[in-house]
């Protein structure tokens, strides 16, 4: 059974800092692009970052360049989200997700996460 589940999200003044973590199991997960995206209520789900297989690649949104980072460890079957320098507009849920391909494009990926809520007060 594929699961990915999701943790580290809570609440965080601006300008400080999460990890998310998101454990795998279920798929052979080095296969898969990771990555993670974002939603608020009555938005689209948002691209935030990705990685590939191998992590050698990684992708961001504008938004978070610079200060969010993703990464992977293929042998505990992990991908993490180092989140510096947190504003209001990043609060979401954020999702992690594995697909085929290293898109920005929420239906390329097959496999989602229930999510974790993370809020930013001002």
């Known amino acids: 059974q594929v699961r990915l589940v999701e943790s580290g999200g809570g609440l965080v003044p601006a300008g400080g800092s999460l990890r998310l973590s998101c454990a795998a199991s279920?798929?052979?997960?080095?296969?898969?692009?990771m990555g993670w995206f974002r939603q608020t209520s009555g938005e689209e789900r948002e691209f935030v970052a990705a990685?590939?297989?191998?992590?050698?690649?990684?992708y961001y949104t504008d938004s978070v360049k610079g200060r969010f980072t993703i990464s992977r460890d293929n042998v505990k079957n992990m991908v993490y989200l180092q989140m510096n320098s947190l504003k209001p507009e990043d609060t979401a849920v954020y999702y992690c997700?594995?697909?085929?391909?290293?898109?920005?494009?929420?239906?390329?990926?097959?496999?989602w996460g229930q999510g974790t809520q993370v809020t930013v007060s001002s």
């Open positions: 997700a594995a697909g085929s391909i290293a898109r920005d494009y929420a239906p390329d990926y097959n496999f």
């Open positions: 279920g798929f052979s997960f080095s296969d898969y692009v």
């Open positions: 990685i590939t297989w191998r992590g050698g690649s990684t």
